[in-house]
């Protein structure tokens, strides 16, 4: 049985009549040659179906064109959500996006990444600011620009791309606050290896003591990114005597959870209580009630962190640091405070 071989330059080359190394640079480095041989060239390719040797290109150019991320899980909208954006900004620059997951474990963060660069990325976006001194250290060492998204830390060294979390949180809380809402609950993401959603609740405590009130310890429970854990979060919550007439929770997931578990209890948002979450995700409008929120430009912060590493990788300065801005969205889940602080308990439905 004969066995075709594929289809390489040289046959793309002699089909656009021209040379190998003018189909090198075309591939390379398009902005090297004229549109007119570079639509020559393209057309070539897609008649021949010719695929370029990646290795053979990273050989020659001392690149791979390939981005390297680490997110800590893709159980989550906005993780998804962002990558799709990264992923199509990459593209459109000819270059190829590898993924790892971490599981907010610093350690594994930093074996995936020794990984990633075993394999030839040119640069690497990483979440959040918790990293291993170790790993700080190999992307020294390997001289690999990185940046961290989800976080705006101007004062540091390294490029971050993101919000003021804790700024963004303080401006959530005096929002309830300014509604006359005294008993403030939070339902937080994990802290531990989490400076996003840590800097969230210092966010909250900064509001909450400008205006002369405090955090109850019984008012604020930590639980994982889901439904099942934000709604016996809820359940605790409201089973306290008072309990909050108001609840600000690490992101809409959580406030998801303590919306349907607020539901289910029979209270009526936002008379009984009113309910935040942060990010906005596209259920966020839909829900009823309509889920009051702090409005993060995803797509933004992924697209801003693939354009400094490619422009760095063009031998480019671009800005080390990049703020997004987070606004209020006020809907339907928020309301004023009632005018008789609540002292019912709600017993948890039994199962």
């Known amino acids: 049985m004969k066995i075709d071989r594929a289809v390489g330059i040289r046959e793309v080359a002699r089909l656009a009549g021209v040379s190998t190394a003018s189909i090198s640079r075309a591939l390379n480095n398009p902005a090297s040659v004229s549109a007119e041989l570079r639509a020559r060239i393209d057309a070539a390719i897609e008649e021949l179906g010719y695929i370029p040797d990646a290795a053979a290109r990273a050989l020659a150019s001392r690149r791979t064109r390939t981005i390297g991320a680490i997110i800590p899980t893709v159980d989550n909208a906005m993780f998804a959500r962002g990558i799709e954006a990264l992923q199509r900004y990459l593209s459109s620059q000819n270059y190829l996006l590898l993924l790892a997951t971490s599981g907010y474990d610093p350690e594994v963060e930093q074996q995936q990444a020794q990984n990633m660069i075993s394999r030839g990325i040119d640069g690497l976006i990483l979440r959040g600011d918790v990293h291993t001194p170790g790993l700080r ?24 791309v993101g919000a003021d979390n804790e700024d963004a949180a303080r401006r959530a809380c005096e929002y309830l606050i300014g509604l006359g809402h005294t008993q403030i609950g939070v339902v937080a993401a994990l802290a531990r290896h989490n400076d996003r959603a840590s800097a969230r609740v210092q966010g909250i405590r900064r509001a909450l003591e400008a205006a002369g009130l405090a955090l109850r310890p019984e008012w604020y429970i930590e639980v994982p990114y889901k439904l099942d854990d934000a709604r016996q979060a809820a359940r605790a919550l409201l089973a306290r005597t008072p309990h909050p007439t108001a609840v600000i929770c690490g992101n809409d997931v959580l406030a998801y959870g303590v919306l349907l578990e607020a539901e289910r209890q029979g209270l009526r948002l936002p008379r009984d209580l009113s309910v935040m979450g942060f990010d906005d995700l596209e259920w966020s409008r839909h829900l009823r009630p309509s889920l009051t929120t702090m409005h993060l430009p995803t797509d933004e912060v992924w697209t801003r962190a693939g354009e400094f590493l490619v422009r760095t990788l063009a031998g480019e300065n671009p800005p080390l640091h990049h703020e997004v801005d987070a606004t209020l969205v006020v809907r339907e889940s928020t309301g004023k405070a009632p005018k008789e602080p609540s002292g019912r308990s709600v017993k948890a439905p039994t199962r």
């Open 137 to 160: 250290r190999l992307l020294e060492m390997q001289r690999i620009p990185f940046v961290n998204v989800g976080v705006y830390h101007p004062g540091k060294p390294y490029a971050s």
